[in-house]
């Protein structure tokens, strides 16, 4: 008899725990898991097969065992309607050895059956059991692979808005105030001189008009 998945039993078990708690990569061993479990169906498909032959072997033996048996009854048979007594004498006695071996062949053979359905039965439940583990391996690769993730997204959060972060946006900010005063000092400049430069030109223009003024009304004899 073989034991099931002798290798890796525990997979659902403590050893999950233990495997996450060591930090080792959960992905990684569950593969390893898997692969263990699938040398242990090979394993057991080879021990079914053999226990299989040993049956069908048997099996074999026995029939042949038994119909030697048969055929030496028949034989003697004939012997005795032929008047040969001494004949059907030695073919009972080589029936009766057949018989036994065929008795003997029998119980070998049908333990030998009852052991390959057996065999055949727990490779079954293993087979059942694997693909089960491989659903719930499928399953906690995703949810390793998932919590992962989240793992790098709340350390990439966690840096955002941090420390040396924060003033450094602080700084960025006081310089950028800076440069809007500088940019709002510079208007105010610029719109003063602007001023004193129009009042200016407007002086000019009014003493201009006044003297062109001036000269049309010695024209028309008007001062």
């Given at each position: 008899m073989f034991q099931l998945f002798k290798r890796v039993k525990t997979v659902v078990g403590s050893e999950l725990n233990a495997m996450l708690d060591k930090a080792e990569d959960p992905v990684k061993m569950l593969d390893q898991f898997m692969r263990e479990m699938e040398a242990d169906i090979r394993d057991a498909e080879a021990a079914v097969a053999?226990?299989?032959?040993?049956?069908?072997?048997?099996?074999?033996?026995?029939?042949?065992?038994?119909?030697?048996?048969?055929?030496?009854?028949q034989q003697a048979v004939k012997a005795l309607?032929?008047?040969?007594?001494?004949?059907?004498?030695?073919?009972?006695?080589?029936?009766?050895?057949?018989?036994?071996?065929?008795?003997?062949?029998?119980?070998?053979?049908?333990?030998?059956?009852?052991?390959?359905?057996?065999?055949?039965?727990?490779?079954?439940?293993?087979?059942?059991?694997?693909n089960q583990m491989k659903l719930k391996k499928d399953s906690l690769k995703a949810r390793a692979e998932s919590a992962k993730t989240r793992t790098k997204m709340n350390r990439a959060m966690s840096s955002i808005g941090g420390d040396e972060s924060r003033k450094g946006f602080d700084r960025m900010e006081e310089k950028v105030l800076q440069f809007e005063a500088e940019a709002e000092t510079s208007?105010?400049?610029?719109?003063?001189?602007r001023s004193l430069d129009d009042e200016l030109d407007a002086l000019d223009k009014s003493n201009g008009v006044d003297d062109e003024l001036a000269a049309l009304k010695k024209q028309l004899g008007k001062e």
């Amino acid at each position: 008899m073989f034991q099931l998945f002798k290798r890796v039993k525990t997979v659902v078990g403590s050893e999950l725990n233990a495997m996450l708690d060591k930090a080792e990569d959960p992905v990684k061993m569950l593969d390893q898991f898997m692969r263990e479990m699938e040398a242990d169906i090979r394993d057991a498909e080879a021990a079914v097969a053999k226990q299989i032959a040993n049956e069908k072997m048997l099996q074999r033996k026995y029939e042949e065992a038994d119909k030697m048996a048969e055929k030496r009854q028949q034989q003697a048979v004939k012997a005795l309607e032929a008047g040969n007594d001494d004949l059907a004498r030695r073919a009972l006695e080589d029936k009766k050895t057949h018989s036994a071996q065929a008795d003997t062949m029998r119980e070998s053979y049908e333990r030998a059956k009852g052991d390959a359905d057996s065999l055949r039965k727990k490779l079954d439940e293993m087979k059942n059991e694997y693909n089960q583990m491989k659903l719930k391996k499928d399953s906690l690769k995703a949810r390793a692979e998932s919590a992962k993730t989240r793992t790098k997204m709340n350390r990439a959060m966690s840096s955002i808005g941090g420390d040396e972060s924060r003033k450094g946006f602080d700084r960025m900010e006081e310089k950028v105030l800076q440069f809007e005063a500088e940019a709002e000092t510079s208007e105010d400049m610029k719109s003063s001189n602007r001023s004193l430069d129009d009042e200016l030109d407007a002086l000019d223009k009014s003493n201009g008009v006044d003297d062109e003024l001036a000269a049309l009304k010695k024209q028309l004899g008007k001062e």
